[in-house]
């Protein structure tokens, strides 16, 4: 089983900044992309950043140049630092990562998401 924990949303006034930190753990063969995705109320779920195992990261338009995601692969963990926060960005966070396990014996690829953390960001 794998289990992913989001953690460092919080309110914040405009301008200011926020970390979000996000550990996968269990039986984890090896991790693949991790991501952020957010979700404003009434508002469809929206991709925010992703990074691969190896090669370049990927973001949203709307948040270039002011996020940035990395990853720590020996704690499993990814991150996304969030600057010049704007009231538009308020929304829940959810991690998500692509990970290979072990089922029996056959090795799958599967995507496990978490429960998501909170940000408000304040005019």
């Known amino acids: 089983q794998v289990h992913v924990v989001e953690s460092g949303g919080g309110l914040v006034q405009a301008g200011g900044s926020l970390r979000l930190s996000c550990a996968a753990s269990?039986?984890?063969?090896?991790?693949?992309?991790m991501g952020w995705y957010r979700q404003a109320p009434g508002k469809q779920r929206e991709l925010v950043a992703t990074?691969?195992?190896?090669?370049?990261?990927n973001y949203a338009d709307s948040v270039k140049g002011r996020f940035t995601i990395s990853r720590d692969n020996a704690k499993e963990t990814v991150y996304l630092q969030m600057n010049s926060l704007k009231p538009e960005d308020t929304a829940v966070y959810y991690c998500?990562?692509?990970?290979?396990?072990?089922?029996?014996?056959?090795?799958?690829?599967?995507?496990?998401w978490g429960k998501g953390t909170l940000v408000t960001v304040s005019s």
């Open positions: 998500n990562v692509n990970v290979d396990i072990y089922i029996l014996t056959v090795r799958r690829r599967m995507d496990y």
């Open positions: 990074i691969p195992s190896g090669g370049s990261t």
């Open positions: 269990g039986s984890i063969f090896s991790i693949n992309a």
